[in-house]
């Protein structure tokens, strides 16, 4: 255990160092401060289209996070052959993977809480200017989506790192990754409609019922995670509810991470 953190915090570092990491800062930053511009263009809706606008940007720079950053760390070692000098030391390959995981969300951690901050601040200033227009407004249910958006990321990046345990290239993982992401996002609604076709007048193939299903419960269900439209309209989630997600994201991410130690523990380097 003493040895995943110094990796851990050499991966934090190595993130923090990379370019791209102030480009996407730069470019939420930009978002977030579109919302004073956005809320003098719709005040009717200007509660909704705020705190929707600031929990998307923060979700949003922490997908190009994962996808520009966090995947890169793992494949500059592979590239710059750095991990033959890593693993040469009292180091195995499931405490590399651990390691590098745990150095990602510090990584993620950091950047959330401070783009959260922005975000919040958005959200503050513009509901001070216009108090009439944020009904049913609730401050818990923003920050439970960010946390739910700060699970999804860490569960997304364990995926990632799955995918990078047996992937020749960085973009074979970016490509594994953005479709699981989709596909994730649009999960639970699609599997609601192929069980259910006669409500929308469509006819689902019995092989393509069981092939949505084998998805539902092989890809990461990430719209549970979403929950910036309820804390738009400032509606409640019952205590059964987040207790169930924090424990699906926790398994999730565990047996992802487990499977890519496992898997990388048996790859075979150039």
């Known amino acids: 255990m003493n040895s995943l953190w110094p990796l851990a915090f050499i991966t934090f570092k190595e993130g923090i160092r990379n370019r791209a990491i102030y480009g996407i800062t730069l470019f939420a930053l930009l978002l977030l401060s579109a919302n004073f511009l956005l809320s003098n263009m719709i005040m009717q809706d200007v509660g909704k289209v705020t705190v929707d606008m600031a929990l ?16 890169n760390l793992m494949a500059k070692d592979m590239d710059k052959r750095t991990i033959y000098m890593v693993l040469a030391r009292p180091i195995s390959r499931p405490q590399y993977i651990a390691g590098k995981f745990l150095g990602m969300c510090l990584l ?11 975000a919040i601040l958005s959200i503050y200033f513009i509901k001070l200017a216009n108090l009439n227009f944020f009904p049913g407004f609730s401050w818990s249910m923003v920050l439970l989506a960010l946390s739910f958006i700060t699970l999804m990321l860490i569960l997304l990046s364990a995926l990632s790192f799955f995918f990078a345990s047996f992937a020749s290239t960085s973009f074979i993982t970016l490509v594994l990754t953005v479709i699981s992401y989709i596909i994730g996002q649009s999960l639970g609604e699609v599997k609601s ?78």
Do not use: C
């Open 108 to 118: 993620i951690f950091v950047t959330v809480t401070l783009l959260s901050l922005f």
């Open 193 to 270: 409609l192929v069980e259910a076709p006669q409500a929308v007048g469509i006819h689902v193939s019995p092989v393509m019922l069981k092939i949505v299903q084998v998805a539902y419960y092989l890809f990461p269900n990430l719209s549970l995670f979403d929950i910036k439209t309820q804390a738009a309209h400032g509606i409640g989630l019952p205590p059964s509810y987040v207790f169930w997600v924090v424990i699906y994201g926790f398994v999730y991410t565990s047996l992802s991470v487990a499977f890519a130690a496992l898997i990388f523990r048996r790859r075979e380097f150039p």
């Open 56 to 71: 998307s940007t923060v979700s949003f720079a922490g997908l190009l996070l994962i996808l520009f950053v966090g995947i």
